[in-house]
């Protein structure tokens, strides 16, 4: 397999350079409570917005009901491949209950708060992939979210696995260098 370290034009911690998001997972792998637990803790010490903390997490291990109900709403695609998953968790953010006046920082502190989330899970050794292709109101209802929480996405954690277990295309995306744009398409500098 190809090497997964990302290739970055300047340092940066290994951690992050190592981290990327697996569709291949090892179905015969739990995911180690305490790992898992640690992943959540990171994330619960995220940074947000007048410390507001406005993310909650609905955590599923495989082989549960709550697991079983948030890969219910997953898209065919995703359901092909997150079916190995250890955990799924579904992620809300705290928006406020008036249309008027809505929380859009929430979603920047989720998703500010997943990567928290994602970076301790891979110093772990585990892996996540986050997904949007999920049906957000299927999921609203299956948990009975209060108004104000807004479902945004699930994220897949476990023990990668073999690229083997998945088909054509995506094996091959699985095994495919890393690449990113390059930092002069994304950072605008000025004088």
């Known amino acids: 397999m190809t090497s997964r370290t990302a290739p970055a034009d ?23 409570p305490a790992k898992l637990d640690a992943a959540l803790e990171a994330a619960r010490w995220s ?38 998953v250890g955990a799924l968790i579904l992620t809300a953010a705290e928006v406020g209950d008036d249309p008027r006046t809505p929380n859009l920082i929430a979603y920047y502190d989720l998703g500010q708060s997943v990567a928290h989330l994602s970076v301790q899970a891979h110093a772990d050794g585990l ?10 109101n299927a999921a609203s209802e299956a948990f009975e979210l209060p ?22 295309a995506l094996r091959e995306r699985e095994s495919a260098p890393r690449e990113r744009k390059p930092q002069s398409e994304i950072v605008l500098r000025r004088e």
């Open 127 to 136: 892996y996540v992939h986050q997904m949007t292709g999920f049906d957000a």
């Open 47 to 84: 940074p947000s917005a007048f410390n507001a903390q406005p993310w909650r997490f609905i955590v599923g291990q495989r082989g549960t009901e709550t697991f079983e109900k948030i890969f219910g709403t997953l898209v065919q695609f995703n359901q092909d491949w997150a079916k190995r």
């Open 10 to 32: 300047h340092p940066i911690l290994d951690v992050l350079a190592g981290r990327w998001s697996p569709r291949a997972f090892d179905e015969t792998a739990p995911v180690d």
């Open 147 to 168: 108004a104000g929480f807004v479902p945004v996405s699930v994220v897949a954690l476990g023990e990668a696995g073999s690229p083997e277990v998945l088909d054509g």
